[in-house]
C-alpha cells in the first residue's frame, strides 16, 4: 500500500499523458459514441466504495464545466431503483478491478435501456471494459493493496478529462480556459505530490498520536466531502477504526452528538468559498472539547489555533487540493494501521475485487 501511494506522483502523469493537445482533450476510446455523448441529457455515474467517491467528484467537475445533470448511485442501488434512463442518458460505470458484480449488473441494466455505457476501468480486458459500449482506461498499473489508493486518484484525473471534452464540445467552456485548466492538471499535479510526500514524517506523527482513538469523523465540502468520505474508509478498511465522513455542515444535524475530548475530526479546508463557514464547523466541535485535525493549503492563524494537529499543504488549485488530501488521508490511515499493527496489505474481511451481489 506504502509504494503504491507514492507511486500516484507517476500514475496520475500516465493517466493524462497523450490524452490532451493545448486546448482540447482526446479520449480515443470514446470516439465511436462521442456525439450521443456531449448530447446527452443527463448521466448517472454508478460504482461501488472508492470508485463511489470517485464518482461524487465527477459529478461536480461534469456538472461545474459542462452543465449536465448527473446522478451518482450506489451500483447495487442503481440495479434495483427506478432509473429513468433512455438513449439520450449516458451512464458512467467506474471501476478499478473492472470486475465488480454490482457494477456489472448496474452496466447490464443500464445496457438494456438503451443508454450508452461507458466504463472508467484500470484493468484493460475485464468485465467492465468489454460490456461498455466504450471506456477510458485509467492506466495507473495494477493495484495490488486492497485499500484503492492510486486508482482513485487517477479515476478523478479521468474524470476531470471527460468533464472538460464534455464541456468543450457543448461550448461551455472557452479555448483559453480550457488551456487553462488544461496546463493545471498536467505540471502542477506532479511537483506539488513530491512536495507533499516530504511531509511525511510529520504526518506518521501526527497518525501515531491518534492510534488509539475508537471513532473518527473526517469533514469537508463540496469537492472535499467526497474526500472526507474516502479517508474515512480508507481509515476503517485498513485499522478497523470507525470513521465516519460528513459534509462539513452536515455534523451539526446529529454527528456532533458524538464529539467529546476523545474524539478527533478531520477537517478538509482549502481556502475557497467555503472557507469561512467551514471554520464556525470546526469552532463548533471545538467548543465541545473534539480533537481537531486539519488539512489545509491556507497558513492562516485561525486554523492553527483552532487545531490540536494541522498539516499544511503546498498552495495550489482546488483540483489539484483534492489530490493532496487525499493522499495526506491514505498516508495517515497507512501509518495508524502500521501503529495498531494491522496487515495493511490484507485487510482482515475484505477481498480486492468483490465478485458476488
Ligand atoms: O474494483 P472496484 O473499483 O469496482 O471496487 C469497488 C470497491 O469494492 C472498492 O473500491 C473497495 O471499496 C476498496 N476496497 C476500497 O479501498
Known amino acids: 500500500m506504502h509504494k503504491e501511494i507514492h507511486e500516484q506522483t507517476l500514475t496520475i502523469k500516465n493517466t493524462l499523458k497523450g490524452r490532451s493537445t493545448e486546448s482540447s482533450v482526446l479520449l480515443h476510446g470514446l470516439l465511436e459514441y462521442w456525439e450521443e455523448i456531449y448530447k446527452a441529457e443527463k448521466i448517472y455515474i454508478t460504482a461501488c466504495g472508492t470508485s463511489w467517491h470517485a464518482g461524487l467528484i465527477g459529478k ?91 486508482a482513485f486518484t487517477s479515476q478523478i484525473a479521468v474524470l476531470y478529462l471527460l468533464a472538460l471534452k464534455l464541456a468543450d464540445s457543448r461550448k461551455e467552456i472557452s479555448k483559453s480556459e480550457m488551456k ?7 505540471g502542477a499535479v506532479q511537483k506539488d505530490i513530491k512536495a507533499l510526500f516530504r511531509k511525511e514524517k510529520s504526518i506518521k506523527k501526527i497518525a501515531e498520536k491518534y492510534q488509539n482513538a475508537s471513532d473518527f469523523l473526517y469533514l469537508g465540502r463540496g469537492l472535499n466531502f467526497p474526500v472526507a468520505l474516502e479517508g474515512a474508509l480508507k481509515l476503517k478498511e485498513i485499522s478497523y477504526i470507525h470513521a465516519e465522513g460528513y459534509p462539513a455542515a452536515e455534523m451539526k444535524h446529529g454527528p456532533i ?41 491556507s497558513k492562516d492563524k485561525i486554523l492553527r489555533d483552532l487545531s490540536d494537529d494541522l498539516i499544511l499543504l503546498p498552495r495550489t488549485n482546488q483540483y489539484v487540493f483534492v489530490i493532496l488530501a487525499t493522499i495526506v488521508l491514505q498516508l495517515f490511515s497507512f501509518f495508524i494501521a502500521v501503529a495498531r499493527g494491522c496487515d495493511v496489505d490484507q485487510p482482515r474481511n475484505l477481498a480486492k475485487s468483490v465478485t458476488v451481489e
Do not use: W
Open 60 to 150: 461536480n467537475f461534469i456538472e461545474r464545466f459542462a452543465q449536465i445533470p448527473v446522478h451518482v448511485e450506489y451500483a447495487s442501488e442503481f440495479r434495483y431503483n427506478h432509473s429513468i434512463m433512455d438513449n439520450k442518458t449516458v451512464v458512467v460505470a467506474i471501476s478499478q478491478s473492472g470486475e465488480t458484480a454490482d457494477t456489472l449488473a448496474a452496466i447490464s441494466k443500464a445496457n438494456d435501456f438503451g443508454a450508452i455505457t461507458i466504463g472508467i476501468c484500470n484493468v484493460p480486458g475485464s468485465s467492465v471494459s468489454r460490456e461498455t459500449n466504450c471506456g477510458i482506461h485509467t492506466r495507473c498499473g495494477h493495484e495490488i493493496g486492497v485499500a484503492s489508493t492510486k
Open 180 to 186: 487553462k485548466y488544461l496546463m493545471r492538471a498536467s
Open 257 to 297: 452528538a458524538l464529539v467529546d475530548k476523545n474524539m478527533p475530526n478531520v477537517f478538509i479546508v482549502p481556502k475557497d468559498k467555503t472557507y469561512e463557514k467551514i471554520i464556525s464547523n470546526i469552532e463548533e466541535i471545538k467548543s465541545r472539547k473534539g480533537k481537531i485535525i486539519i488539512i489545509t493549503d
